[in-house]
Structure formats: C-alpha cells, structure tokens
C-alpha cells in the first residue's frame, strides 16, 4: 500500500479473516489503486525530469533514474521505505557532488540539479498527504524549468503532455470511492487545462512585456551560440557549414531576387597575417570614410528575423542601408559597409531592411587611400608571389600607388578564375591540412579547398599583383519554404567571397567559388556537395531535399509552423504587443459601442436564466442525461412516455446485448426510485447505481 495512505491496521488484524468476501474484494482493490496512483506519480515525475537528462551530468541523471526504479520497486513489492538516517547522507553526499560538478550551488545548471535530485528523494520519502502535495508541486516547478534550456514548439507540447499527467496523478489521489478509468481521468484533466488556457491567452496577449529575457541568470544563460566570427582561416567555414542550425530568416515584401543575387553581407576581414584573416583595426588610424554609394533600380524590401549569435554583427543583403534600425539595440555602420550593435545579441531579433543589387561603392574614391588593401606580411607563399609577378607585376614604389585601370583589374580577376576552373581545383567540406605557407599549399599542392580557400588565396594573388581586395564573409542562397514564403538561411549556407577596386567602378564582389561549383551559387551547399546516403537513408534523404516528395513536403509545413511559433509566441515583444493592441483597438473603434451594449444584454440574458432556471435533483438530472444519450442514438423519448413504455420501446433499438440490459436496469431501478418503490437499497448508492449502468449504456 503506497505510504500517502493511511497507516494499514495492526498486525493483529490483518492476520485475522475478513468477515465476508465483499471486504476481501475491497481490500484488494485499494491495495492496486494505491499501487496505481503512486505508480502513475512516479510516471509523471519521470516526464518531468526526462527533458533534463540531455544536460545534466551523467551521473546525475543515472541517480535520479535508479531512484525512480527504487521508489517503484517498493511500491510494487510493498516494501517498507528508507529511513530518515539512510536518505540524509545520501542527499548531502548529491549535494556535495552536484558543488563539485559546477564549483558553485547558485545559478540555472547547479540549481536545476539540484531540483531534480530533491524530487527524485522526495518520491523516497512520502509518508503522509502533505508529502504528496509537495512532490506535486516540486512537479509542477521542475516543469516550468525545462524553459530555461529550450521554448522550442516540441518542448511545449512536452510540457502540455506532462502537465495533463501532473493533474492526473493529482486528481487520483482526490477521490475517496470509486475511481474512473484512467481514459477518463487524462480527459478530465485535459479539460481541467482547457478551461485554464483563455485566461492564459488573454493574460500573454494583453499583459505588459517585460523587455530581454525574463529567466536570464548571469554567466550562464547566452552559450553554445554559433555564427560567423571576425577571423577567418582555412577550415573556419567549412566545419560551420556542416551545422544544420538556422542563422536567420528572411520575410520579402515584393519578389525574391534570383538565388545567385542573395549573399548576406556580414564581415569584411582586411588584414592577412599568412594564415588568418581578421577585420582592419581601427587603432592603425583609419578614420571613417564619406564613402560615396550609388544605386539604380528599385530596393527590395525585406525583413530579416535572425537567431540568436552572442555576437555584434547583423546579416545583411547586399547592398542594405544606408541604416538598419533594431529595438533594444544600437546599430552602428562601418567604411566596409558592415552592420553590427552596440551590444552582443543574445535573442532572436527581428529588423528590416532595403537593399539594392546593382550599386557601386567608392567608385571616385583616391587609389592612394585603397592601398592600404594591397597589403601582405613578408615572407609568407613565396611561390604564390611569383605566380602574381608572372600574371602582372604592380608599381615598385608604395607611395606612388597606382592600381590597374577597371579593364585591367577586371582582366586579372578573370584569368585567375580561369585557373581555378581549369587546373583541376575541387570543392570539398574535408579540405587537407595546410602548412605554414597555407596558399601556396592550395594552390600547387592540395587544390582541394572550401569557400575560404577559394576567396583567401583570389584576394592574396590580386593584392600581390597591385589590386585592393579583400574577403568577405556571410551567407549565400537560403531555402524558400513554398508554406510560408519565408526563406531560411542556415548555418550551413556561410559562405565567403571577394571584392576587389577599379578606379571608376568601385568595389566589385566577384565569388571564385563560382568558378569551381557554380551549383553553389546557383543552387545550394547540398547540390554542390551531395552527401552519399548512409546506413541505407540515401533514399529517404532524397525524399527530404525533393520539395515534392512527401517528406519535403513535410518538412516545409513543419518549418512554417515552427516559424509562426517563434513569430507570434517567442518574439512577442513589447514592439510586437503595442502594434497588435493598436490594429485590434482600431478593428474594434467603428462598433465598439455595439458591442458594449451587445455584451450588457448578453449579461441580463444570463443573470435571467440563471433566475428562471431551477437545479435538478440528482435523480432526475441522471434521467435527462439518460434520455439525451438515447437520443442521440436515434431513440428519443416521448412526451407522454413514462419508465415502463420507454423501455419497451428501447428494446427494438440496434445496442449490444449488455447495452440493452443496462438501459431496461437503468429505466426499471429509476422508476422504483422515483415512483417509491426502491427496495431495500440506500439512495445513493442507488444513485451510483444508475451513474454504472449510464456509463454502460453509453
């Protein structure tokens, strides 16, 4: 018998026989729903806590699962459970372990910890009703903490799953006679949800936003994020490119450019080291630029709702601006035409933007103020510098810089594509390893690169050979979900390119990528690299990328619906709140007073109808119940039918042979009772009587 019952008789009792069999029967029947309710505790805690087991210590989650089996092991069997003396070592020597794991008892992960094992020793420790409660409660606390680690859509209906449970296990323990099915109790516990979820929705609709995240814990709350970063070296985009996570989302309000048009501008690296690119410090003196921009056509405007990076820069479509504006943040602009805030971004964030796809950048700008685009550190490729001087040898003297005239330049940057696609160059996610020359390894040795390889040793040999240039990291192409129209950029679509300076024409993008997997541009990563089936998924991958197939298809719905998720419940931010009370304020204007006075007559109505209506008695509110299933059956009662007739008309209706029994019991023992003639029986339990045999007929 489970230990939130009451205490079992003495010894003495028990080894004495029940006086009859109804007795036995009894008790046989408390001892499996007591079993059955803790059991079903136990089901509903382990629900709980299964979502943490992903982020827990091994160890951790392994004592609170053999805790569980323990707990269910007494129950099943019986058994007495640990004394006080046994669980207090146990839980001090958890405490000390969960400090040793994290240094430190404060915070999201040593506090969720620490949560888990106390309910999982509190199950051990239930002797009373008052500790049912509070393992309940510790339930429905953990519950909520599971937000602190994912607010995704799957993890919700999780928590709306377990929650059902929840209320199930506690409604179990509430009832002191019969006790429905199981099927029934779920369903009154979802309704029980049900009936708590409109308030909920108006209170998240209508009550003030609070601005940032409301369970943020200092030092702890904004890792694991990925993204484009400030450096680049070889093999930097090829391992994020194998990341399936989404970057950002893009919501056009006119018609989507061409896939080959879409490269989302992050970061421009200017300064070469031999083997890492980083952006051009702002402590060497440069001064920010009047950088002239001309544009022709008409921009294309867009919204961009971009995951979190912990980092300063914003994706934008070439050519975005000449501002972006984000709530809560600051967003600055550099000479490079690169977009990045104040502070890092720890949230989804959403922002729009224009942008024009035929522009030139400083196309009158000095060439003498360009060369600080040519530079190289010394002694670095050498056979990469010999390659550049045999293609075109630049001006000797840096203070008499001139780059070559916009043919020119466009000339050189066509020949070097020209070998890229000519001498057998791959495109390739495992890139071999490079030495300390790392371009003159690519491009005489390995001739195997990602993206970075590519636009890195473009830019060495244009600047070798006296032409600015620089690389250019970001996003490339994106997936258009036919559901929604939102495009998805993910991970997997960084992507670098390259820019190099004509007097006249200004900065123009040129990808090398281009030259060797042109169905990376014109297409995707997976088309450029299709990935061989593993395990015999090949087929079922290919359902996956065919927007056609079942699968993709999906897949689609299921990304649009993820999307709406995040649009409309995780990004409802103050902005978003404010304009949605002001549309439905304004829809509302026009007939607001209609509807006043439509709700004050509805209110009359009903304080009427509760006045005029009176309270059936039991007896007759189980007849009615009884006479509208019958109804529903196609067997409706008549106005002059009484008990006995009814009855004997029920008997042609199309019921099984146990229905058919209960509804002549059901009529026969109503008509005792109504009429007088009740026998020997109690009341109510002659009224439980009636409530069986409508359930059977039912």
């Known amino acids: 018998m489970s230990a939130v019952r009451p205490p079992p008789p003495p010894s003495s009792q028990l080894s004495s026989p029940p006086s009859s069999a109804g007795q036995r029967a009894r008790l046989a029947l408390r001892l499996t729903r007591d079993k059955s309710d803790t059991l079903l505790l136990l089901a509903a805690a382990l629900m709980v806590l299964a979502p943490h087991f992903e982020h827990l210590p091994l160890w951790i989650s392994a004592v609170v699962c053999g805790t569980l089996l323990w707990r269910a092991a007494i129950t099943w069997r019986g058994k007495r459970m640990p004394s006080l003396w046994l669980l207090l070592p146990v839980s001090v020597a958890a405490m000390a372990g969960v400090y040793r794991s994290f240094h430190t008892l404060l915070g999201r992960d040593a506090g969720v910890a620490m949560l888990a094992l106390l309910l999982a020793f509190k199950l051990l420790e239930m002797r009373a009703k008052r500790d049912l409660f509070v393992v309940i409660f510790l339930s429905f606390f953990v519950l909520l903490t599971n937000f602190f680690y994912s607010q995704s859509m799957p993890t919700a209906l999780w928590m709306g799953a377990t929650l059902i449970v929840l209320l199930t296990a506690q ?199 360009m060369a600080r685009w040519t530079e190289l550190p010394a002694g670095f490729n050498p056979r990469t510098l010999a390659l550049a001087k045999a293609l075109h040898a630049p001006a000797a003297s840096p203070a008499a810089f001139a780059p070559p005239d916009a043919r020119e330049a466009a000339g050189l940057a066509l020949r070097l594509l020209q070998r890229f696609h000519d001498n057998g160059y791959t495109y390739t996610l495992q890139p071999p390893l490079l030495g300390r020359d790392a371009v003159d390894d690519f491009l005489f040795g390995s001739k195997a690169g990602f993206c970075e390889h590519y636009a890195g040793a473009f830019v060495v040999l244009m600047r070798a050979m006296g032409v600015p240039a620089r690389v250019v990291t970001g996003y490339q192409g994106g997936e258009l979900n036919p559901v929604d129209g939102y495009l998805t950029v993910r991970q997997s679509d960084a992507h670098a390119w390259a820019e190099f300076w004509a007097p006249g024409v200004g900065w123009r993008r040129i990808d090398p990528t281009a030259a060797v997997a042109p169905e990376r541009i014109a297409y995707s990563l997976a088309q450029a690299l299709p990935q061989a089936g593993t395990f015999g998924l090949g087929p079922l991958l290919n359902l996956q990328n065919d927007p056609n197939s ?149």
């Open 171 to 369: 409604q179990s323990f509430q009832y002191t006679g019969a006790v429905p099915p199981l099927a029934r109790r779920l369903r009154t516990a979802a309704t029980t949800a049900l009936l708590a979820a409109p308030l909920a929705i108006l209170m998240f609709v209508g009550f003030p936003r609070i601005q940032g995240p409301l369970w943020g814990l200092p030092g702890d709350a904004h890792s694991g994020h990925t993204g484009i970063s400030d450096s680049m070296a070889p093999g930097t985009l090829s391992s994020l490119a194998q990341s399936d996570a989404v970057a950002f989302r893009v919501r056009f309000f006119g018609p989507m450019p061409a896939q080959s048009q879409l490269y989302w501008r992050s970061i421009v690296l200017g300064d070469y080291d031999g083997r890492t690119w980083t952006r051009v410090p702002r402590r060497r003196g440069l001064q920010r630029l009047d950088i002239s921009v001309a544009t022709r056509g008409q921009p294309l405007r867009h919204e961009i709702t971009m995951e979190p990076t912990n980092s300063l820069w914003l994706a934008a479509l070439e050519l975005s601006g000449p501002t972006l504006s984000l709530p809560g943040h600051r967003v600055r602009d550099s000479d490079e035409l690169e977009f990045f805030t104040s502070d890092p971004v720890t949230q989804r964030v959403r922002y729009e933007a224009s942008a024009w796809t035929d522009f030139r950048v400083q196309a009158d700008e000095q060439p003498q103020r």
């Open 550 to 698: 079942w699968l993709g298809k999906l897949r689609f719905n299921y990304a649009a619906l993820n999307n709406a998720w995040n649009q409309w419940v995780l990004d409802y931010n103050p902005e978003r709140q404010r304009s949605f009370l002001e549309e439905l304020s304004s829809a509302f204007a026009n007939w607001r007073s209609a509807l006043g006075a439509a709700l004050v007559c509805g209110l009359l109505y009903l304080l009427y109808w509760r006045r005029q209506r009176r309270p059936l008695a039991p007896l007759d509110a189980l007849y009615q119940a009884f006479c509208r299933q019958q109804a529903r059956r196609g067997c409706a009662r008549r106005p002059d039918e009484g008990p006995s007739s009814y009855a004997a008309r029920l008997r042609t209706v199309q019921a099984s042979p146990d229905q058919l029994a209960a509804m002549e019991k059901f009529l026969t023992l109503y008509g005792a009772l109504k009429y007088g003639a009740a026998g020997s029986e109690p009341r109510s339990a002659s009224l439980t009587t009636l409530k069986t045999l409508l359930r059977i007929c039912r």
